[in-house]
Antibody, heavy 119, light 110 residues
Framework: QVQLQQWGAGLLRPSETLSLTCAVY????????WNWIRQSPGKGLEWIGE???????RYNPSLTSRVTISVYTSKNQFSLNLTSVTAADTAVYYC?????????????WGQGTLVTVSS | QSALTQPRSVSGSPGQSVTISCTGT?????????VSWYQQHPGKAPKLMIY???QRPSGVPDRFSGSKSGNTASLTISGLQADDEADYYC??????????FGGGTELTVL
């Protein structure tokens, strides 16, 4: 059974850097891409970006200047850094597995981390 | 890259069928077969219900079906059950290795 467990700071000041980490338990880590997706309060989902075990990344064009996704293959972990945050970055952030068997749709998700940006 | 357009809410009675639409452009929904649908209950992470427009992952009931015509994809839920009450999101490949989601539809089972 695949499980994703995520953690990171939940309260940030404007201009700080958001940092989250996601650990993957079970299943193959190297055989998939790994997503970060966020959901602003009362709003829809937004794809942030993805990474594979080799470190190849793909980012949402609207966030690419502020986003870095990194992978730590030996630990089966990957992380998200989002710089210069503002109130607009307040959201629940999810990590998820992009399964090639499902054409890279996300079939396993972390529990979500609420990140609030406030002065 | 704009969000896909979904109705804010739909409703139906137990046993009935409902359809949720997801409208994009020829650069996303209309251009690829990679449309997915997710179900999200309050306070929970989304759950994959449909991928590749009409395919169901293992474990998803066949009451859930998907289709696409032009730039609009649709999710149909037949034989509505109380537990189907949730938010539903569509997603599409948008080219250049990027993905876009819809704004979500709240399904109420009357």
């Amino acid at each position: 059974q695949v499980q994703l467990q995520q953690w990171g700071a939940g309260l940030l000041r404007p201009s700080e850097t958001l940092s989250l980490t996601c650990a993957v338990y079970g299943g193959s880590f190297s055989g998939h891409y790994w997503n970060w997706i966020r959901q602003s309060p009362g709003k829809g989902l937004e794809w942030i970006g993805e990474i594979n075990s080799s470190g190849m990344t793909r980012y949402n064009p609207s966030l690419t200047s502020r986003v870095t996704i990194s992978v730590y293959t030996s630990k089966n972990q990957f992380s998200l850094n989002l710089t210069s945050v503002t109130a607009a970055d307040t959201a629940v952030y999810y990590c998820a597995r992009a399964n090639f068997e499902y054409s890279s749709s996300s079939d396993y998700w972390g529990q979500g981390t609420l990140v609030t940006v406030s002065s | 890259q704009s969000a896909l357009t979904q109705p804010r809410s739909v409703s139906g009675s137990p046993g009935q069928s409902v359809t949720i639409s997801c409208t994009g452009t020829s650069s996303d929904v209309g251009g690829y077969k990679y449309v997915s649908w997710y179900q999200q209950h309050p306070g929970k992470a989304p759950k994959l219900m449909i991928y590749d427009v009409s395919q169901r992952p293992s474990g998803v009931p066949d009451r859930f079906s998907g289709s696409k015509s032009g730039n609009t994809a649709s999710l149909t839920i037949s034989g509505l059950q109380a537990d189907d009450e949730a938010d539903y999101y569509c997603s599409s490949y948008a080219g250049s290795y990027s993905w876009v989601f819809g704004g979500g539809t709240e399904l109420t089972v009357l």
